[in-house]
C-alpha cells in the first residue's frame, strides 16, 4: 500500500477508512514490510490505531459471522 506520509501527510485516530487499509480481515495491524511503512510511520500508525480502538472508533477484532 506504499508510505502513508506521502499518500495522506498525515496519520490521524480518527481517519478510521484510512486506519482500515492497514488491517488485516481478522483486525490485525499489517506489518510493516507488507504494508510497505518506514519504521517512523509504521510506529504512528499502530499507535493511531490503538488509540481508535480505546475510543471505540474501531473493533478490536474481526465481527463473527
Partial sequence: ???VYKRQGTIDYKNV??????LTERG???PS???GNC???QRQL???VR???TMAL???????Y
Fill in 58 to 64: 474501531m473493533a478490536y477484532c474481526a465481527p463473527r
Fill in 39 to 41: 519504521c517512523f510511520h
Fill in 17 to 22: 477508512n484510512l486506519l482500515r487499509a492497514f
Fill in 33 to 35: 514490510r507488507i504494508s
Fill in 46 to 48: 499502530s499507535s493511531a
Fill in 1 to 3: 500500500l506504499g508510505d
Fill in 51 to 53: 488509540q481508535s480502538r
Fill in 28 to 30: 490485525k495491524i499489517l
